[in-house]
């Protein structure tokens, strides 16, 4: 890094130390924004949850309402209660579910659940209830062969276990992070890479336009690339930042509520002990940090385009848009779904990166070192841009 390049950053970075604004948006409120918003996630999720295993009232009628009386009895937690028209009463909100249960030939019951699909503690109590009902036909199923003396196994030709390709195999598995870490961590990343430095992006250079100061600081004695560099490296900063501070968040909310992180068994991708090698650590990290100044380069063109912090911002919004694609693009993938073409895309290749790693894929480096190569050249490519916005007088000036 040069002498003037120093210079130029340094300035930068204190000037925007001292912007109150610029520490509360991009520093305390994603420390704050990610633990309050798990926590009250949580919260909500484990009062859905206690409120259908705790507080489920079931209305029962018809000719075989008795029998499933005894069935529902099974379950402490269930309320059962009498009601003329069970069905007026599950619509006023009065009961949970609604079940008719008809008396049919050969004592068989014919049980009808009725619940309202448009609120959740209503959805979730009927697969309770019908798997309720389900396990005690079973019960009655074999209580009834067995005092034929037949067994139901000998009925069931076939039984079926679970095994993952790891536990077939036995080759070195590099663990999980959670399905619900794999899912959210790569999309917020990205949206933060490319949203973190958006902000002082617009105030150090459309915003030195609107001061007229960028013609002074064109004067000194610093050339255009020293003052390029400087500010595109003060940019990328704070956009690592708004990073490290987002991910400390989250890491604050997965000791809050790590139940939330992990909604789903092992074999469904739960926490399984991640182990990361270490140079598949750092080519990870190298790749986010090279998008990250991909994303500064592109706010720097951006804002040395516009003649306004609020135009660059209304640019810069279209910027945030394309990053959602990617983003989302993968966020209902599996690791093993990440395809080798998405190396040559930028972005998507940091998001499908990431996406492996956090799943337990750390052995792909000719994906990780593909999408470094690729990164490069397109940060090669927008540096060129901007280096030539910055001989362009028309642009550098306008106002």
Same mark, same amino acid.
């Given at each position: 890094m040069g002498k003037y390049t120093k210079v130029i950053f340094f300035k930068e970075m204190l000037d925007s130390f001292r912007d109150r604004r610029t520490i509360l948006t991009s520093l305390l409120l994603p420390l704050l924004l990610y633990p309050m918003m798990f926590t009250l996630m949580n919260f909500g999720l484990s009062g859905m949850i206690e409120g259908v295993e705790e507080r489920t009232t079931v209305a029962v009628t018809g000719s075989g309402a008795g029998a499933v009386r005894g069935i529902l009895a099974l379950n402490p937690n269930l309320t059962i209660t009498d009601s003329d028209d069970p069905v007026e009463a599950l619509k006023n909100g009065e009961v949970t579910l609604a079940l008719r249960a008809e008396q049919v030939p050969d004592g068989k019951l014919n049980v009808e @659940? @009725?619940?309202?699909? %448009? %609120?959740?503690?209503?959805?979730?109590?009927?697969?309770m209830v019908g798997s309720l009902i389900s396990q005690y036909g079973q019960f009655a199923v074999e209580q009834s062969l067995a005092e034929l003396g037949i067994s139901l196994t000998e009925l069931n030709p076939v039984t079926?276990?679970? %095994?993952?390709?790891?536990?077939e195999t036995g080759e070195g598995d590099g663990g999980s992070a959670g399905m619900m870490v794999s899912m959210m961590v790569p999309m917020l990343i990205v949206i933060l890479l490319a949203t973190g430095g958006m902000a002082i992006a617009g105030d150090l250079f459309a915003g030195e336009k609107e001061r007229k100061t960028m013609e002074p600081l064109l004067c000194t004695r610093a050339g255009r690339s020293s003052i390029l560099t400087g500010k595109l490296l003060a940019v990328t900063v704070f956009a690592l930042l708004n990073v490290v501070a987002s991910t400390v968040g989250m890491g604050v909310s997965f000791l809050m509520a790590p139940d939330l992180f992990n909604i789903s068994d092992a074999a469904d991708g739960a926490a399984q002990a991640l182990s990361i090698p270490i140079p598949v650590l750092l080519l990870t990290v190298g790749l986010a940090l090279l998008m990250a100044l991909v994303f500064s380069g592109i706010h720097v063109l951006v804002s040395t385009y516009a003649r306004t912090s609020k135009e660059s911002a209304t640019y810069g919004t279209f910027i945030m848009l394309a990053s959602y694609l990617p983003a989302f693009g993968t966020m209902f993938m599996g690791a093993g779904d990440i395809q080798d073409w998405m190396m040559f895309v930028p972005v998507l290749n940091v998001a499908g990166a990431l996406k492996m790693v956090l799943g337990g894929i750390t052995n792909n480096y000719l994906f990780l070192l593909g999408s470094i190569g690729v990164s490069a050249v397109f940060l090669a490519a927008i540096m060129a841009a901007a280096r030539w916005m910055f001989t362009k007088e028309t642009i550098m000036l306008r106002s």
């Open positions: @659940i @009725i619940y309202d699909d %448009k %609120k959740n503690d209503s959805t979730m109590a009927v697969n079926q276990t679970h %095994k993952t390709l790891v536990e």
